[in-house]
């Protein structure tokens, strides 16, 4: 027995709708509390005043502005960094078969799986030894060398005609000069990609920088966060729903608008 | 001759040289740290004057004697084996979906990818709230259907369980993303050659779709395995690992005995257990993508 065409597309649209609204119903749920005075926080009524004093308070309550500058710093500072370390890597793996290149192209990808958050004890050790615990270069430093980002740039530059390369050289161009005339243009969409990628992951990192930072001055927000609704916000909801939101929002707003650039990146990057 | 014999050596150097910051890097985060972490774990924690003694096997002794590491790897076993294949299924189903011709697909998209973009600690205060046991959203909805009160993170029975619920939510949109690419790769003839053939809608998805994103699926899966043994930010941000260790997994177990318990060499052996299973999940990826993917 089959449901006539029009009845099946009516109910496969309804099914997927309804799934749809509960899979933002958590997202709704703190969207409403945090634009409405607590007293409504838990229930609801359409005639429910709308406010921006939760987002007010939050702000206020918790050094948050510093939180903000800590993570946009991280972030571009990580960004940079891994941009720099990992070409370099990279070029020489796609286009050279020096000694030992594949032993030390497997061993690069052994950090896809051991990631350093995974080693926190040793690590942290380690950073101890540098000097660097409580630094937001502590918190970046494991992760500028990025297997994932070697992967992803020698496969790109593997798919560059190596007739460009030969071109450059004959002018006389360097090795390093030859990587920024002619690889880092013709890759510029992957860049893009992995930068987009390491920017939310890194946004959203939070053990390690909770195990290496204790201060206010670099805190990223992610622990900031944690900090404030642990310990400074009994149970405010509407407060930490807003602070939620709030340390979020760059990112969010980044990705409403750019949203298939987005995607795009996701895909193209495969694993974060 | 001479100038050609210059060039090659000048590859090796070179070659090194560029790797050269790298593989510093990934030598004193990654590799080094894991073989001391190893060797670490045959000896004991230093305290005070005592200092740390070869002691072989013991912390593994240790650590099969010890229910809190039974716990919290059995607890990650079973988070991965639920939402390994359940968030896996969401996500084929939502592509399925988003992938049709169906009204407001750009909201379903919308609504499906970004939980993907909240950071986990984010994430885990607003489901704090959905769970809150007196006013929350889900118990409001449980007792409007006339259930009782579920105090969902407080409750044994249900602590690990919300916390799954957190992950298969935040990551179900994410893995839509790589079936979508997937499916809009599948060729419409074939499509079309199954709709002449009158056949079915579940008989399209199990002779055509289905086998088609599967390397989707096995690419997925291996990375989704690889998340869920490392997962320990919701578990910080919800439960602490209770009640009473209900919820603890491995990460935060070594998390807990390394920061808070401050025993290093037990916690190098767990973390050692750690290793030793992303290694076996390496080698499954190994083996099952490069031999099954390349049908591609």
Known sequence: MRMPNRAREIFVTGAAWAFGLLW?????????AAFHPSAYATHFELSAPLTLQNFIHAWHAAPFPRYFANTIMLVLGIMAAQFVVCTLAAFGLARWKFFGSDILFALILVQLMVTPDVLVLENYRSLQKLGLIDTLTGVGLPYVASAFGIFLLRQTFKSIPKELDDAAR???????????????????????AYGLVSVSYHWNNFLWPLIVTNSVETRPLTVGLQVFASVDQGIDWSVICAAALMTSGPLMIAFLIFQRAFIQSFLRAGIR | ???????????????????????????????????????????????????SVFIGLDQYQAMLADPIFWRAFNNNLLYAVVTVPVAIALALGMALWVNGRIKGRTALRLAFFTPTILPMVAAANIWLFFYTSDYGLLNQIIRAFGFANVNWLGDPATALWSLMAVTIWKEAGFFMI???????????????AARMENAGRFTVFRRITWPLVMPTTLFVAINALINAFRIVDQVIAMTGGGPNNASTLLLFYIYQVAFSFWDSAYAAA?????LLVLGSVALAQFY?????????
């Open chain 1, 24 to 32: 933002a119903l958590p997202l709704f749920y703190a969207l409403w």
């Open chain 1, 170 to 192: 004959m002018e006389g161009a360097s090795t390093l000069q030859t990587i920024w005339r002619v690889y880092l243009p013709l890759a510029k969409p992957i860049y893009v």
């Open chain 2, 1 to 51: 001759m001479q100038a050609k014999r210059t060039t090659k050596l000048n590859i090796h150097v070179q070659g090194w040289l560029l790797a050269l910051p790298a593989v510093i890097l990934l030598a004193s985060f990654t590799h080094i740290p894991a073989v001391v972490t190893v060797i670490d774990s045959f000896y004991s924690t230093p305290r005070g004057r005592v200092p």
């Open chain 2, 178 to 192: 790589f079936f979508l690419a997937a499916l809009q790769q599948v060729p419409p003839d074939l499509y079309e």
């Open chain 2, 270 to 274: 767990l973390s050692t257990v750690l």
């Open chain 2, 288 to 296: 099952l993508l490069d031999r099954k993917i390349h049908y591609r």
